[in-house]
């Protein structure tokens, strides 16, 4: 059972334009909700993070929105960049509890063209 | 030193061979993990060492047997795998198993013929 849904699975953006790709989670007890990118054959780097006590945290181009009421986050990608062309997946985990498994969403392939 | 390293970046073997992989973080984190990824899905969760204990084993078949013989190194040692068990094996650390900031190596690619 995936506790945390992702979407669109792909997503193809114009250079310069905006990518969001959306998650949502069931488990209210879910208090980090960080985003990973992925190179193809090369390790997730983590890329921002937020928890629930702020509705928006931006890192240069980069910039998390969170719905606590609608269990909801997404990730904004301002002015898209050939160089963003990754795999992108958004997680949740529980921090509070002694084990916080990550559990992570299906996964958006995002790709920017020129 | 703010990276995973992991070692080798390829490995092709038999079904009948035994090989380890090797992952290394010079960062102070107390936890350790293995994760196995198949291409075009997210990673899923093997094992999880604590301050150099084996805290969670999610059911991994007995083929794979990881060991963190101190608090910089984990192995995974492989015996006896399956074709099927072809894929991206990734090693991760955090500041503690509860401060969930993890943070991924490059991976292993294994491929079992």
């Known amino acids: 059972q995936q506790q945390v849904k992702q979407s669109p699975q792909s997503l193809i953006v114009q250079k310069g334009g905006i990518s969001i790709i959306n998650c949502a989670y069931e488990n209210t007890a879910f208090d980090y909700f960080p985003w990973y990118q992925q190179f193809p054959g090369k390790g997730p780097a983590l890329l921002i993070a937020?928890?629930?006590?702020?509705s928006e945290k931006k890192e240069g181009r980069f910039t998390i929105s969170f719905n606590k009421s609608a269990k909801q986050f997404s990730l904004h990608i301002m002015d898209s960049q050939p160089g963003d062309s990754a795999t992108y997946f958004c997680a949740a985990s529980m921090t509070t509890d002694s084990w916080g498994k990550l559990q992570f969403g299906a996964g958006t392939q995002v790709v920017v063209t020129p | 030193d703010t990276e995973v390293t992991q070692t080798p970046k390829h490995l092709v073997m038999g079904m009948t061979n035994k090989k380890s992989l090797k992952c290394e973080q010079h960062?102070?984190?107390?936890?350790m993990y293995w994760y196995k990824q198949k291409a075009k899905k997210p990673p899923e969760l093997m094992f999880v060492?604590?301050?150099?204990?084996?805290?969670i084993n999610e059911s991994v078949p007995s083929r794979f047997s990881p060991e963190c013989p101190n608090s910089s190194l984990l192995n995974l040692h492989l015996h006896a795998l399956q074709p099927e068990d072809s894929a991206l094996y990734l090693c991760?650390?955090?500041?503690?198993?509860?401060?969930?900031?993890?943070?991924f190596g490059p991976g292993t690619r294994l491929t079992v013929l």
């Open positions: 060492y604590s301050y150099e204990k084996l805290s």
């Open positions: 960062m102070g984190h107390r936890a």
């Open positions: 991760a650390s955090s500041q503690d198993i509860n401060l969930n900031e993890q943070f």
């Open positions: 937020i928890r629930p006590d702020v």
